[in-house]
């Protein structure tokens, strides 16, 4: 009798072990995600502020960039 517990609890360890393995795997996989989320979001980001300044540029000059940057900046974190 004292064998068939001590396996239980071998295997009761074992059970648990493997749930905190996955649990680190996922929390790696969730963390890697969340790094990629961030970094596509700040090439949205860039990608809209060029993407105002180059209109703004072509309708006005130097200081139509400056006002396009703005805005796509404005209007990327809008949309």
């Known amino acids: 009798m004292g064998y068939s517990l001590l ?5 009761t360890q ?3 072990l493997d749930g905190l393995r996955e649990a680190a795997l ?10 990629q989320l961030r970094q596509a ?4 980001t860039m990608s809209s502020i ?3 300044a180059a209109l703004g540029f072509a309708a ?4 139509g960039a400056v006002i396009g940057g703005v805005g796509g900046l404005v ?3 809008l949309f």
């Open 14 to 16: 074992g059970l648990a």
């Open 60 to 63: 006005g000059g130097p200081v």
């Open 41 to 44: 979001r700040r090439q949205q």
């Open 7 to 11: 396996r239980q609890a071998k295997h």
């Open 26 to 35: 996922r929390e790696t996989q969730r963390e890697s995600a969340n790094r």
């Open 75 to 77: 209007l990327g974190e």
């Open 50 to 52: 060029g993407s105002g």
